[in-house]
């Protein structure tokens, strides 16, 4: 059974960075679409990242040229590198992903994801 990790949350100021990583118990990453979701207290479900599998990557207006999504197929794992945070980045963040992915390109939508991992918190203090 496919399984989801994420790591690299934590507490950080206003203007600081955080990486997140979810590693994948895929055998690769062929034919699968990655993305970042985020959920704040009190809000949806909201997509931040998403990475294709041509390496194409999708963002969130809120995030653009602030976040960036990543992958690295031999350890297959992917990232969210994310700087100039700001307190309305403060969110559970969960990694997805979508086997048989195809040329789909962007976030897609929740439903398309069959898989999520448990989340990592970030929270991003003024």
Request: charged share 20%; net charge positive.
């Amino acid at each position: 059974q496919l399984q989801l990790q994420e790591s690299g949350g934590g507490s950080v100021q206003a203007g600081g960075s955080l990486r997140l990583s979810c590693a994948a118990s895929l055998y690769s990453f062929h034919n699968v679409c990655l993305a970042w979701f985020r959920r704040a207290p009190g809000k949806e479900r909201e997509g931040v990242a998403g990475i294709g599998t041509s390496g194409r990557t999708s963002y969130a207006d809120s995030v653009k040229g602030r976040f960036t999504i990543s992958k690295d197929d031999a350890k297959r794992t992917v990232y969210l590198e994310m700087n100039s945070l700001k307190p309305e980045d403060t969110a559970m963040y969960y990694c997805a992903t979508k086997v048989a992915c195809g040329w789909l390109l962007g976030i897609l939508p929740v439903y398309e994801y069959g898989t999520w991992g448990q989340g990592t918190q970030v929270t991003v203090s003024s």
